[in-house]
């Protein structure tokens, strides 16, 4: 054979690896965006030591999970998650300087104050525990949610797990100081023990959503689970398990669950009563595995709708068209053009939903949102999804979403965030105080030392019909490795707009899977701190101590509280405002905020509403917009000095002097 001929033969060959080179070098190129060490320059965070309970670090700390007999060869896969952080007022004195902690490697639930907590507001961490209600050992915590679901002005804890329904731990009115025995445990969803055993529901929850749903003026809850109702954590259990019965429209899932506030008791004995609204969600998009959820009032209804982030298929934008005492959603979907790749489609993608946000990232006084999917190169390289809203106004917004038609367009390699790695929660907030929001992403799957990319590249080739049986996945067990490596994202604006992720600049990459985020100004000071929840690892915190930090508005929103007198134990100022939403104009333009009553995967920020005024000052107009407690709808504006506020809610607003 001439070599003429041989040539011929690897022609294919070598056009391949060039066409494969060329698309590896245009996505690398979008991903390194120029001006990211310029940008990183203005940043710096400290790491700090989190205080956990006295004896806490002798306790055996596991690195997988038992799962049931059907899982055993995926065992690593099904305990990639569970890990969550929450930052918040948990003494009642006004400061965000309270954690609540998930760590999987005890699956405790701690309760402890910010290494930058001041010392009035610093107390012996502690863990909750459930008991009595029935707890058993395939059980495990996922998620811990700070909120005042009875009104009284203390904070709780909404503790979801795998294995059974979500608790409540309700503060009593008689506790002086944060600690296990301050906290009564309530059931979420009613059920019924005769034994001393769980005979509830099965729910595997991953992600939850607190807010004044209906416009009562009471904070309901949406639950995302994740598997069906099943024994997963149970290696003794029956083989009633299941997977995903597709990678991009699974449907099998345990779906999403809408409890209505219904009502509550203070005192010694308090107590928060919900009933689920079965009907909320259209069928078809509340089965999905659900791993995020978010919410934002879009339409300037005084009702948040909410984005359902799920993995292996079609996320789901929620329009709220509820009223007192009746919830219900109707889905609205993007619009596609010619140009427009199918899972770029608001609402009809294919990708793996695994953590959303609602903040203004444009700076235009409207909420866009920000999704993490798996963008892992070389591996499942999808893409995130920065939806950016370009309804012209609330009003605009209001008559697409009537429509069943989403007021998005995902632009998010255009703006430098498209590619990450294997994503999870996503949170923005304004780090420099510059009027400009930062996003953070966690990042990683499992941690090992067997790279298992070409038995996972297989599977994603499977048929469909085969993926529902766990006996067809590939085995990810102790010691298989999928995008282990990979180090938290921290994206900043650099000078040609676009984000950067500055992560490695900062000394953030942590070569550790993370999966929760937390944003608070924990000392008052003006400067957003965070904190992570790490899979199999020790959380972390990061004071924020940027050399130069322009002016900010932060607002501490709050409810007349009922039966409570500020100042008393436990009690704050008032009870947050949930939903409360918040427009401000500078002469540099418009920005909106709100009082986020909990949501994304696993991380959970403060109530404060904050604002960056860079070099400004001077009066702030401030737009506000929220729901009295019993629900009525108010507008007002009012101008505003730089610096903290705290403002009581009625019919009215009025300063009053913080705690």
């Not at 700390?61 to 990639?80: D, E, F, H, L």
Request: glycine share 12%; aromatic share 10%; with cysteine.
């Amino acid at each position: 054979m001439s070599y003429r001929r041989r040539f011929r033969r690897l022609v294919p060959g070598l056009v391949t690896i060039l066409v494969a080179a060329s698309m590896f070098l245009v996505v690398r190129s979008s991903v390194a965006v120029a001006g990211g060490d310029d940008a990183a320059a203005a940043y710096s965070f400290k790491e700090m030591p989190i205080a956990m309970p006295p004896g806490y670090e002798s306790r055996p700390m596991k690195t997988i999970r038992q799962v049931n007999p059907a899982y055993q060869k995926i065992r690593a896969w099904i305990s990639s998650v569970g890990a969550s952080i929450a930052v918040n007022d948990v003494t009642g004195h006004g400061l965000a300087d309270g954690m609540c902690i998930v760590d999987t490697r005890t699956d405790s639930v701690v309760v402890t104050y910010t290494p930058t907590a001041r010392d009035a507001d610093r107390f012996t961490p502690f863990v909750l525990d459930g008991k009595p209600l029935p707890m058993d050992d395939t059980m495990a915590p996922t998620g811990c949610t700070p909120g005042d679901f009875n009104g009284d002005g203390r904070t709780d804890f909404l503790v979801t797990y795998w294995g059974r329904t979500p608790v409540l731990f309700m503060a009593k009115d008689d506790a002086a100081a944060p600690s296990a025995a301050a906290y009564v445990p309530r059931e979420v969803v009613p059920s019924q023990s005769l034994d001393g055993r769980y005979h509830g529901p099965r729910w595997n929850t991953d992600a939850a959503y607190v807010a004044d749903l209906d416009g009562s003026g009471h904070p309901s809850i949406i639950i995302g689970n994740y598997f069906p109702d099943s024994d997963v954590l149970d290696p003794d259990g029956i083989r009633n398990v299941q997977m995903n019965d597709s990678l991009s429209s699974a449907k099998n899932a345990g779906g999403d669950h809408v409890l209505r506030y219904h009502s509550s008791a203070i005192g010694t004995e308090p107590d928060a009563r919900f009933i689920e609204e079965k009907d909320a969600i259209p069928f078809d998009a509340s089965t999905g595995w659900t791993l995020a959820i978010s919410g934002a009032d879009l339409t300037g209804s005084g009702l948040p709708d909410v984005y359902i982030a799920n993995d292996f298929g079609h996320a789901h934008l929620l329009h709220n068209v509820s009223t007192p005492g009746r919830i219900r959603f109707t889905e609205a979907t993007g619009e596609r053009t010619p140009t427009t790749p199918k899972s770029f489609v608001l609402g009809k993608g294919s990708f793996k939903g695994m953590g959303v946000d609602f903040g203004d990232v444009d700076g235009n006084g409207s909420f866009d949102m920000m999704v993490s999917n798996i963008t892992v190169a070389w591996g499942l390289e999808e893409s995130n999804f920065l939806w950016i809203n370009r309804a012209g106004s609330q009003a605009e917004a209001k008559k697409k979403l009537d429509a069943g038609t989403a007021p998005f367009t995902q632009e998010a390699a255009d703006n430098g965030v498209a590619w990450t790695g294997w994503g999870w929660d996503a949170k923005m907030g304004d780090f420099l105080n510059n009027g400009k929001q930062n996003i953070l992403q966690a990042d990683g799957f499992v941690k090992g030392d067997i790279d298992r990319w070409p038995w996972l590249q297989e599977m994603a080739m499977t048929n469909d019909d085969l993926l529902s049986n766990p006996a067809m996945w590939p085995n990810v067990g102790p010691g298989d490795d999928l995008a282990g490596d990979e180090g938290m994202a921290f994206y900043a604006r650099t000078a040609s707009g676009k984000f950067a992720n500055i992560s490695k600049q900062l000394g953030l990459d942590v070569p550790i899977p993370t999966r929760g985020i937390a944003t608070a100004d924990t000392t008052g000071r003006g400067a957003l701190d965070f904190a992570i929840a790490r899979q199999w690892g020790e959380p972390a915190f990061y004071a924020n101590q940027a050399p130069a930090l322009g002016h900010d508005l932060t607002l501490r929103l709050y409810r007349p509280a009922q039966g409570a007198t500020a100042g008393q134990g436990l009690a704050a100022t008032g009870s947050p405002a949930y939903g409360t939403t918040v427009t401000i104009t500078t002469p540099d333009g418009k920005q909106i905020g709100q009082l986020d009553g909990g949501g994304g995967h696993g991380g959970f920020r403060s109530f404060d509403v904050r604002f960056g005024l860079g070099g400004y000052s001077g009066p702030v107009t401030a737009d506000f917009s929220w729901r009295d407690a019993r629900g009525g709808l108010h507008t007002k504006t009012r101008q505003l000095t730089a610096g903290s506020h705290t403002l009581m809610l009625t019919d009215d607003i009025q300063e009053v002097t913080a705690r």
